[in-house]
T-cell receptor, first 113, second 112 residues
Framework: GAVVSQHPSRVICKSGTSVKIECRSL??????MFWYRQFPKQSLMLMAT?????????EQGVEKDKFLINHASLTLSTLTVTSAHPEDSSFYIC?????????FGPGTRLTVL | LAKTTQPISMDSYEGQEVNITCSHN???????ITWYQQFPSQGPRFIIQ???TKVTNEVASLFIPADRKSSTLSLPRVSLSDTAVYYC?????????????FGKGTRLSVIA
């Protein structure tokens, strides 16, 4: 099946710093990518939908100025958590869609101290 | 998007067959039913997908009745490594910008 990678797999940062997470579709082109967030013992919650070359669409309650999404190419989307705070600590999962289905990355564990 | 309802948790002993049922009363004609498995700190892993009747692969079977308002994931002879959260999702193929929406999932605990 199609492969989606994320980098880094885990990151620890200080409060107030910014963190960038990369999502790549390795063997297919993804015109649409999605970002999810998952807190402990909870389900995946959709944060935003991004299309290559256009602005992302954010779900209600997700701050677009805090979670910057750039989908610059058909194989790469980045999520930047700006001015991170401890409450942003979570598991971030990206997903990429080919023409038929949606495939998930392995996730990135963000810990903000 | 169709909402799904699953049991919050299930326990099973090793070697037993586990059946997890998901309700999706509002499933649309072009929706498929897909099950994912998730281990802690990992992304969701595709298990099986079907549209109607029965689908079987090397990992599981998926039973879908004629009205498609529910589906049952069957895991034969579970082992400790099957302890995970299982999600049932419904969605159409070729659905463009429409994302898959996760429900609460079923936390399966396999006991020795």
């Amino acid at each position: 099946g199609a492969v989606v990678s994320q980098h880094p797999s885990r990151v620890i940062c200080k409060s107030g710093t910014s963190v960038k997470i990369e999502c790549r579709s390795l063997d297919f082109q993804a015109t649409t990518m999605f970002w999810y967030r998952q807190f402990p013992k909870q389900s995946l919650m959709l944060m935003a939908t991004s299309n290559e070359g256009s602005k992302a669409t954010y779900e209600q309650g997700v701050e677009k100025d805090k979670f910057l999404i750039n989908h610059a190419s058909l194989t790469l989307s980045t999520l930047t958590v700006t001015s991170a705070h401890p409450e942003d600590s979570s598991f971030y999962i990206c997903s990429a869609r080919d023409r038929v289905w949606q495939f998930f990355g392995p996730g990135t564990r963000l810990t903000v101290l | 998007l169709a909402k799904t309802t699953q049991p919050i948790s299930m326990d099973s002993y090793e070697g037993q067959e586990v059946n997890i049922t998901c309700s999706h009363n509002n499933i649309a004609t072009n929706d498929y039913i897909t099950w994912y498995q998730q281990f802690p700190s990992q992304g969701p892993r595709f298990i099986i997908q079907g549209y109607k009747t029965k689908v079987t692969n090397e990992v599981a079977s998926l039973f879908i009745p004629a009205d498609r308002k529910s589906s049952t994931l069957s895991l034969p002879r579970v082992s400790l490594s099957d302890t995970a959260v299982y999600y049932c999702l419904v969605g159409a193929l070729n659905s463009g910008n429409t994302p898959l929406v996760f429900g609460k999932g079923t936390r399966l605990s396999v006991i020795a």
